[in-house]
């Protein structure tokens, strides 16, 4: 009975184990399948994936492709445009050859001519010489001497004549050919009249903004000619206020500022104060650019970085009334144009052109000559000798000594002489207003001085940590005194000496 329970017992677990096996097995296998499935879906994602990427980068391949040959036929239709020119320069060239080989053959035809006169003169002489001496007796050398005597008195006119319309000939030929090279360099450069004026306008969505610009008892306006060293001036024309100052740089960063507030709508003192900041740097960084926009287009890389900086600031000076990047600009393709004319390197014109008057961009942050601050600048920065030749000869330090020197010396001239250029009044107004802020710089303790109303106004800001308010009182006048014996001016000139104290504290 209890072998039979035994038997019983062990078949139960034989059988338990294997229906336990089979559910392990059964198990186990249908992991695997979703195990399996789930690997072939993420290779077929994988797949898939790896079309997309392959597409992606076929189509980016493409665009290279069609970008490389738009730039190729961009390059070609250069080389095409620049072939253009060269053929046509050289029929112009050609026809100028064959203009002064013709009046070179006239000449020695002349030459020829006179040759045989010379020596018909000289037989005509002996057979003379040898009849006189038949008929009057007289010895050979005394007959010859007597011809000679009176052949030089009869030809000495026909003689003076000759030279005479050699001589005008040669000098109407060079009047013809430097007009010429004017001409042609005048008509192949249409340069663009520069009008500069002493104020800018700044328009206003509505006059509600006047009263936000003037702020709570003025301390806006106060604090935005402070900073900006303008007079900005708030009247009843609508929809407009006006910025004046005789510097272009200090209105033009003025009038971007004032504009960036009204777009922002808040307007307050540490607002104002920041904006500032961000503005002069952008136009740091903007004149830099645009100088390099300048070397792009005239293909004169490469520059060192700094002259690059000063050519773009040039676009906010005037010389004149003249904006003195477009007169240099004017200058340099003038230059260019007659150098080629004359067989000279287009190129160093061009630069030398570009770079004549670089120094007019630190003459009012230094002082000085413009022609001693170019020359120095372009020294250091190790220019081509030509380049300062031409900042020297163009006015008068020193004489051209090559050709692209004489051409930027003429060019200069052309630019500046033409009808609407340059107006004296106003540089002579400009060099007062200077000289005015310059007086009140030169003080102690003087941290900023703007002249504004016309240079009817001086505003000094001083230390006031350094200076007290007797001591600014005695500055003004001062300052007055030292302006009335060295400035020439019409009326009177107001001095403000200002010093403000400031606190800051933050709270943390």
Known sequence: MLGIIGVSSLTGITIGAGMCYIWLKNSTKKRFSYIELEVKAKAKAIERETELLLKSAHVKIKEKE???????????????????????????????????????????DKETQLEKLERKKQDEIANTVDKMQNIASMTKEEAKRYILEKVEEQSRADVAGIVRKYEQMAKDEGERKANYILAQATTRYAGEFAGERLINLVNLPSDDHKGRIIGKEGRNIKTLEMLLGVDIVI????????????NLYRRAIATRVIEILVEDGRIHPGRIEEVHAKVQEEFEQKTF????????????FPMHEELVRLLGRMKYRASYGQNALAHTLEVAKLARVM???????????????????????????????????????????????????????????????????????AADKLSAARPGARREVLESFTKRVKEVEDIALSREYVNQAYAINAGREIRVFVNANKMSDNEAVLLSKEIAKEIQEKVQYPGEIKVNVIRETRATSYAK
């Open 66 to 108: 069609l970008e490389h040959e738009r730039e190729f036929q961009k390059r070609v239709a250069k080389v095409d445009e620049r072939n253009r020119a060269l053929i046509l320069q050289t029929k112009e060239f050609t026809l100028k050859e064959d203009g002064f080989k013709l009046l070179e053959q006239r000449v020695l």
């Open 235 to 246: 009247d009843e024309t609508p929809g407009v206020i006006l910025v004046s100052s005789f």
């Open 289 to 300: 650019e645009e100088g390099e926009n300048i070397l792009i287009e005239l293909g004169l």
């Open 339 to 409: 150098a080629a004319e004359m067989g000279g390197d287009e190129k160093l014109a061009l630069r030398a052109g570009l770079l004549h008057d670089i120094g007019k961009a630190l003459t009012q942050d230094l002082g000085g000559s413009h022609v001693d601050i170019g020359v120095d600048l372009c020294r250091r920065h190790g220019e081509h000798p030509s380049v300062i030749n031409a900042i020297y000869a163009h006015h008068g330090h020193e004489e051209p000594d090559s050709v692209e020197s004489a051409a930027v010396c």
